[in-house]
């Protein structure tokens, strides 16, 4: 294949700055532009070594470089590769990549490296998913899941699924072939039990997506309350917990933040804090019902905070309407005071049977919290660790259809159907689990999964 090039690092300056290319004649357009102290032959110099030089141009130095060589077919494309690393200023980058460019590279697009290594077969399709996870990962084990895809657990399960009903698939055709042996009976039965795990199967990793999707985009909390309730003390107590690392974002719409906490490995992406925090000294200003469920609505997760020691207010009631209906937690706040409310009180216990009691003050019951949250989201369930998590709404949609073929496979079987009927449904859960792999898959899906990569991957 043609030589690509790319910057590798991310847009800014740094300390140093990447320029990456792939493609049998890399090293050719490499000699043209860069000067190494010791000169070597290409054949002499090994892969995964690297060569100190200066990038040149008409005789001129451009930048003092660190060269790093792999030759195919070890490289991350399969190809032979070069990274140079350079200064890491905006200028100086885009200069040495564009001298590659004039020497016979061509601009790679976004994807384009990690696509060659899947087409060069050095990894599936889903192992390429898998790396634009790795890089979008916001917590530490939506990483973790991404990584043991790049290393193909998933890819090892679904080669295990596929391997099952080959392995039975195998006797039908010889029966399909050879129709004057009789064994259609004791083959159903063969066949009907494959039929039943591959779907238990399928089906384990196609309900592993609601974590998947939870690990993945956070679970979107609204934190509402009226006045006084205790919002931005909770706030804070989760926002300082030793274990939580914050990363703000900027909201959709202009002035909020969105802050991506993650405490226990639990992800939650807090709405509107900023609301929150810039009302708590205000009396009027505070969010109004109006408000409140505005952001109720949106969220996956409403958390209605109520202080426990006193009587609730019309307010209270609206919010416990508010919330009827909805995934939520009531927490009965400030326990640390003389409590007149309590979680058999019914008209909570009529809402939700999630209710938790803290203190926002001093932190007690906000572990509760926290494992109330994991139940209710089905995170505890889980083994995160071992269990295999899908996290992709493609791999989701096909393994939802090899379920379906599943289902009618069984059904064409009830009815009696000839074998080779049966075996166009078991054909097509195959090819739906194949283009998971990206064994059977256009061209236009392979370029539309890469072009959501960032350039210089
Ligand atoms: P918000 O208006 O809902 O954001 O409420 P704040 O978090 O600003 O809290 C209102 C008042 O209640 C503040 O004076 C807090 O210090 C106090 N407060 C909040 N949580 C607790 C708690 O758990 N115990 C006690 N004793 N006071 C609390």
Excluded: W
Aim: aromatic content about 4%; charged content about 30%; proline content about 2%.
């Amino acid at each position: 294949m043609d030589v690509i090039a790319s910057i590798s690092t991310a847009p800014g300056i740094g300390g140093i700055g990447i320029v990456r290319m792939s493609g049998e004649d890399c090293f050719k357009v490499l000699d043209k532009i860069f000067e190494p102290k010791k000169k070597e032959k290409i054949e002499d110099i090994k892969g995964y070594t690297m060569k100190y030089g200066h990038i040149v141009e008409n005789g001129k130095i451009v930048d003092e470089v660190l060269v790093s060589y792999f030759k195919k077919p070890r490289s991350y494309t399969t190809e032979n590769m070069c990274e140079i690393n350079t200064h890491g200023g905006n200028i100086v980058i885009r200069k040495i990549l564009d001298l590659c460019l004039k020497n016979g590279a061509n601009l790679a697009e976004p994807g384009e490296f990690t696509k060659r290594a899947f087409l060069n077969g050095r990894i599936d399709l889903l192992q390429a998913e898998s790396v634009i996870d790795i890089i979008d990962s916001k917590s530490e084990k939506e990483l973790n899941t991404g990584m043991k895809q790049l290393q193909g657990q998933l890819s090892n399960k679904i080669k295990e699924i596929k391997q099952e009903i080959m392995d039975v698939m195998v006797n039908v055709d010889v029966s399909i072939d050879y129709p004057e042996y009789d064994v259609e009976e004791v083959e159903n039965k063969e066949v009907l039990n494959m039929l039943d795990s591959v779907q238990a199967k399928l089906e384990k990793l196609e309900k592993s997506f609601d974590t998947g999707k939870v690990l993945k985009n956070g679970i979107k909390t609204a934190i509402i309350g009226k006045p006084n309730a205790g919002k931005s003390s909770l706030l804070n107590a989760i926002l300082h917990e030793d274990r939580a690392i914050v990363t703000e974002y900027e909201g959709t719409t202009r002035d909020t933040i969105e802050e991506f906490v993650n405490i226990n490995g639990i992800p939650l992406k807090l709405i509107d804090t900023a609301g929150i925090r810039e009302n708590s000294n205000d009396e009027i200003e505070k969010i109004g019902i109006k408000k409140s469920k505005e952001i109720a609505n949106t969220a996956d997760l409403v958390i209605a905070i109520f202080d426990s020691s006193k009587e609730l207010t019309q307010e209270d009631i609206e919010i416990l309407n508010l919330i009827k209906n909805k995934k939520a937690i009531i927490i009965l706040n400030k326990s640390d005071l003389n409590t007149i409310l309590d979680v058999n009180d019914k008209r909570f216990t009529d809402v939700t049977k999630d209710i938790v009691k803290i203190s926002a003050l001093n932190g007690e019951g906000i572990e509760d919290l926290y494992s109330k949250i994991l139940d209710m989201f089905n995170l505890n369930q889980i083994n995160l660790d071992n269990d295999i998590i899908i996290t992709n709404l493609r791999h989701k949609n096909l393994i939802m259809k090899a379920i379906e073929s599943t289902k009618k496979a069984r059904e064409t079987i009830l009815q009696g159907m000839p074998i080779d009927i049966i075996a166009i449904f078991i054909k097509d859960i195959l090819e739906d689990l194949g283009a998971i792999t990206g064994e059977y898959v256009t061209e236009d899906i392979i370029n539309e999964i890469f072009s959501k990569f960032c350039l210089g991957k």
